[in-house]
């Protein structure tokens, strides 16, 4: 289960970064058809929070792990 959690944060946390601090999200959404939602998604009250959550869960799991 600790192993589960630290791949979830650390994956969750690349990728919020990822869609954050380069222009990944608008052009997987593009791909998609979903280009609607770029205004919600790509915002900084979404993606900000995000990432803190999943460094978060990231540092809970490494903290169980030891």
């Known amino acids: 289960m600790k192993n589960k959690l630290l791949a979830l944060g650390l994956g969750g946390s690349i990728l ?19 280009t609607g939602l770029l205004g919600v998604l790509y915002n900084d009250a979404v993606l900000l929070p995000m990432l803190a959550g999943f460094l978060i869960l990231t540092g809970y799991a490494l903290w169980q792990k030891m």
């Open 16 to 34: 919020a970064a990822l869609c954050c601090f380069t222009p990944v999200l608008p052009i997987v959404l593009t791909a998609l058809g979903l």
